[in-house]
């Protein structure tokens, strides 16, 4: 079946412009995380969504980043007045329920370049 | 200090070589373990999940310790395809399921 989708694939824009980027999860699963990874800073935990509950935010590096998650599928992550040091891949991965032992399973990202 | 470390590398093993990752994680209340891994500009991709008890799969074998907060990952017999990113990853109670990762080991097998 298909995987967890991302779009854009590639992304380029100017400082201070906002950008959205959009996931698509696996079909079914209740549970979906963002991740980044940047070259200075490695692959880093951002926003997690479990079904209807309200998503746990603390790892969003500040108040410029949000994210929703509408119907329980699709997810789109925001960044406002986008920094240079918002450049980096945004991961979107998906799990079944986000249980212990629960696989999680990663798109293949977009690529953010800030200029 | 990094909550999960790894020895970045670059290992660069001939064919056939047996070669071996270590990673240590700073916080005892640890809930699941496993090793990622990571194709040049691809996403990551579960290779194992890590037990107590040790797991193995095929060529790859994985070991936790957590008395000593460490895991270790071995490849027997690599292969040019093994050329990768290994990423030691952890789960720590109460942190509502996220991956945290560490900085990952690279791997290049050489013909």
């Known amino acids: 079946g298909a995987g967890v989708s991302q779009s854009p694939s590639n992304k380029v824009t100017e400082k201070g412009k906002d950008v959205e980027l959009r996931c698509d999860p696996i079909s079914g699963h209740t549970a979906l995380y963002w991740y980044r990874q940047s070259l200075g800073q490695g692959l880093e935990f951002l926003i997690y969504f479990q079904g209807n509950s309200a998503p746990d935010k603390s790892g969003l590096p500040s108040d410029r980043f949000s994210a929703e998650r509408t119907g329980g599928s699709v997810s789109t992550l925001t960044i406002q007045r986008t920094q240079q040091e918002d450049s980096a891949v945004y991961l979107c991965?998906?799990?079944?329920?986000?249980?212990?032992?629960?696989?999680?399973?990663f798109g293949p990202g977009t690529r953010l370049t800030v200029l | 200090r990094k909550e999960v470390e790894q020895d970045p590398g670059p290992f660069n093993v001939p064919e056939g070589a047996t070669v071996a990752f270590n990673c240590t994680y700073s916080n005892s209340a640890s809930q699941s373990f496993f090793w990622y891994r990571q194709d040049c500009r691809k996403e990551p991709k579960l290779l194992m999940s890590v037990y107590s008890s040790g797991n193995e799969d095929g060529r790859f074998t994985a070991q936790l310790n957590r008395a000593s907060q460490y895991i270790s990952l071995l490849i027997r017999d690599s292969k040019l395809s093994d050329s990768a990113t290994y990423l030691c990853?952890?789960?720590?109670?109460?942190?509502?399921?996220?991956?945290?990762f560490g900085s990952g080991t690279q791997l290049t097998v050489l013909p």
């Open positions: 990853v952890v789960i720590f109670s109460g942190s509502a399921r996220q991956l945290t």
């Open positions: 991965a998906s799990s079944q329920d986000g249980v212990s032992g629960d696989t999680q399973y």
